[in-house]
């Protein structure tokens, strides 16, 4: 019951957040943005991956490392990376943002991700010790009306 709380609150933050930087953007991104989102399907994707015992530095490497640049190559924008900062969840949990152009964007951009043998390697390299991720829950988003990231 804490955990789902505590995401919650993670997930209104998040939320936020994003708002907060998108709404920051240049005037011309913004209006580029605003025009996408007009049209339908861009969409928002938040991850929240739950590291294995032990494992949440780690898993913080291997996305420092590797998956970060590797989301780019796939047409992924990073939105942001964070971990939280209170108890339980800090042990354990990362929580991130991608932006995608559309759900199916998002699906071909994943197909692509998943079978590129530089993220296949590292994840290999990461994991020749145990999972690193017990759990990965993913929820997609798009932007209401009244955002400040219309």
């Keep these: 019951m804490l955990r789902n709380k505590s995401f919650g609150l993670v997930l209104l933050a998040l939320v936020f957040a994003g708002g907060f930087v ?11 943005r605003a025009q996408e ?26 996305f420092r ?17 964070w971990v ?29 991700f998943r079978t590129d043998p530089e993220w296949m390697e590292a994840r290999a390299e990461s994991e020749r010790n145990g999972r690193l991720a017990a759990n990965v829950e993913a929820v997609f988003m798009k932007a209401t009306d009244y955002s400040p990231m219309k």
């Design 65 to 81: 490392n590797h998956t970060v640049g590797l989301f780019e190559k796939h047409g992924m924008t990073n939105v942001g990376y």
């Design 22 to 32: 998108a709404g920051n953007l240049t005037e011309s991104l913004g209006e580029a």
């Design 84 to 112: 939280p900062t209170d108890e339980p969840l800090s042990a354990d949990t990362l929580i991130y943002v991608l932006e995608h152009e559309s759900r199916d964007a998002a699906q071909a951009s994943w197909d692509a």
């Design 37 to 62: 989102h007009d049209h339908g399907e861009h969409v928002f994707e938040l991850r929240t991956y739950t590291a294995s015992p032990g494992k949440l530095s780690d898993l913080e490497a291997r």
